[in-house]
């Protein structure tokens, strides 16, 4: 167990919707990290914060925006839902801001759109 | 050409063997060199981290960079079923400030 935990496990959606994906970082970390991983295109980086603001972008798309809470909590927004967006979103913590450092992964959240 | 290539298996060898997953990469300013191994159903978790050339070792694993090839591998002695898992490369760059996964490389450990 890492210590990341995210909610929910399991997301079931139709096209167009909006779903919010939530991650709660290990104690003491002040990065959180959002990925997505799917079969053809594998774990791609999607965005860093760190304390409450954004580090750093990766290939986020404009539909999909996050946030990271006062608490140290991070929910990521995910709208237009298509059917491409099915994937595994993983959410990573670490103590600093720098990404080649450890990150611990949670369970991740399987969404399915239909 | 993709910024990192990783064949994505599956890779099946028997119990006790010598394991060699590799990555290529294009992107000179890569620096941080990462190997990730990942369960089915589970998150990512940190195996291996290496900076710049050279190899590292930690117990039956050991993670090689070479920067002039652009070429990184990760061997596993003595091969164990609980090795059996997706072992997926990564690397950073300060300069860029971008972190990249390789797909991953499906590893069958047989009894």
């Known amino acids: 167990d890492s210590g990341v935990t995210q909610t929910p496990k399991h997301l079931i959606t139709a096209t167009g919707q909006r779903v919010t994906l939530r991650c709660s970082p290990r104690?003491?970390?002040?990065?959180v990290y959002w990925y997505q991983q799917s079969l053809d295109q594998g774990l791609q980086f999607l965005i860093q914060?760190?304390?409450?603001?954004?580090?750093a972008k990766g290939n986020i798309l404009e539909r999909f925006s996050a946030q990271q809470f006062p608490d140290l909590h991070s929910e990521l927004n995910l709208s237009s839902l298509e059917l491409g967006d099915s994937a595994l979103y993983f959410c990573?913590?670490?103590?600093?801001?720098?990404?080649?450092?450890?990150?611990?992964f949670g369970p991740g959240t399987r969404l399915t759109v239909t | 050409q993709k910024e990192v290539e990783q064949d994505p298996g599956p890779l099946s060898v028997p119990e006790g063997a010598i394991v060699s997953l590799n990555c290529t990469y294009s992107?000179?300013?890569?620096?941080?060199f990462m190997w990730y191994r990942q369960y089915s159903r589970k998150g990512p978790e940190l195996l291996m981290y290496?900076?710049?050339?050279g190899n590292k070792e930690d117990g039956r694993f050991t993670a090689q960079v070479d920067k002039s090839s652009k070429y990184i591998s990760l061997f596993i002695r003595d091969s164990q079923p609980s090795d059996s898992a997706t072992y997926l490369c990564?690397?950073?760059?300060?300069?860029?400030?971008?972190?990249?996964f390789g797909k991953g490389t499906r590893l069958h450990i047989l009894p």
């Open positions: 990573a913590s670490s103590e600093t801001k720098n990404p080649e450092y450890e990150q611990y």
């Open positions: 104690s003491g970390d002040l990065s």
């Open positions: 914060y760190y304390n409450g603001e954004e580090r």
């Open positions: 992107n000179s300013a890569f620096q941080y």
């Open positions: 290496t900076y710049s050339s």
């Open positions: 990564a690397m950073y760059s300060s300069r860029d400030d971008k972190i990249i």
